[in-house]
């Protein structure tokens, strides 16, 4: 599957975002070797520098840790990775109740439909 990336956002930002995700889910767990920069690249279908400049904002978040000679693994903090899925999904709310305002939609109207639609997708 060829990935589609969004015009106006960085590759590296949106790769690090899908690598901070999957992190988060469980994907890769703490502790857990991750794919090498040649994986991925391939995977994404980018330059592995492109790759390689994401890992270092992972690195950066501390939820990513390099190995001088094997490579890279998530972090094995929960705590951080806890954290880390906070921000992301803080982000997220803060994004969609955003665009619920830009319609018009009032705080209360937001809140009915989190109940709604929260408990069946949650």
Known sequence: MAWQFEAGTPIYRQITDVLLRRICNGTYPAGAELPTVRELAVEFSVNPNTVQKA???????GAVLTHR???RSVAKDAALISQI????ARKIVADAA???RELGGE???????WEEIGHDSL
């Open 55 to 61: 890992f270092a904002e992972l690195e950066a978040t």
């Open 69 to 71: 000679t094997a490579g």
């Open 85 to 88: 899925r906070t921000r992301l």
């Open 98 to 100: 955003a665009q619920v």
């Open 107 to 113: 705080r209360g109207e937001m809140l009915q439909l």
